[in-house]
């Protein structure tokens, strides 16, 4: 993995392939140094992104590529993830009521909840065929190991 | 991840360690069902969970409802700083109690 040219991951439409992203994104970030604290909230948004995808994305049974692209600079990461799934912008998505009680809380939209407040920016794109969703993380200089 | 349970006073231990995906949260639920059908207070001892993803959370709030139908006890320990902020985006903080250690929560009454 060269650090300056990004990193380019293709998957299938699995859960299974977590673990594979997981993996490289882990390498991604001790490659770019970053601070172990962002390195789990990124983590933790390719999951929800990815799992959504799988799970809510496909009318068919069929194989899908999942493509996730990761780029560092010198104060932020970004990640984009395309897919080639029904069209569906997330961050349209009703906002998740956390202040509800937990006898009314639900599960759904939680994963999205989190992927707007652990990362800086969100950005949807409509493709011809599918969708792309970019997310940002900027680096601190305390959230960068030196 | 690994999830086991045990038994200290009147109250189910269950310990969730490692990380909890939305690969393996189904198996976490099922466990947790289980617990929250057979126990009315329960701990969970998170000093060795490393990551959990929402479909984990899922699971926890799974087992908290069934103890609460039946006004049980449910407490969380020695969570770490990173999944306690997991927990407060969520706003899960507000209805999990959590606590420092397994004696605080343990010693904190009925």
Sequence with gaps: ?146 | MNVREGKIDSFALVEISGRVTSENSETLKEFLQETGKREQKVLIDCSALEYISSTGLGALLVLLKLIQNKNGILRLFCVSPRILEVFKISGFDKFFPIFPSLETARGAGD
């Design chain 1, 1 to 146: 993995m060269k650090k300056d040219e990004g990193v380019e991951l293709k998957l299938p439409n699995s859960l299974a392939a977590l673990t594979e992203l997981h993996a490289v994104a882990g390498e991604f970030c001790r490659q770019w140094a970053i601070h172990p604290d962002i390195a789990f909230k990124v983590d933790l948004v390719l999951d929800e992104l990815f799992t959504n995808i799988v799970r809510y994305g496909y009318d068919d049974n069929g194989f899908h590529e999942i493509v996730v692209r990761f780029k560092g600079r010198h104060d932020r990461i970004r990640i984009s993830i395309e897919d080639d799934a029904r069209h569906f912008n997330p961050l349209l998505a009703p906002e998740v009521d956390i202040d509800a009680p937990a006898s009314e809380r639900r599960i759904g939209g939680l994963g999205i909840h989190l992927v707007r407040n652990l990362m800086d920016q969100v950005r949807y794109q409509r493709r011809p065929v599918g969708n792309r969703l970019i997310v940002i993380k900027r680096l601190g200089k305390e959230e960068k190991q030196i």
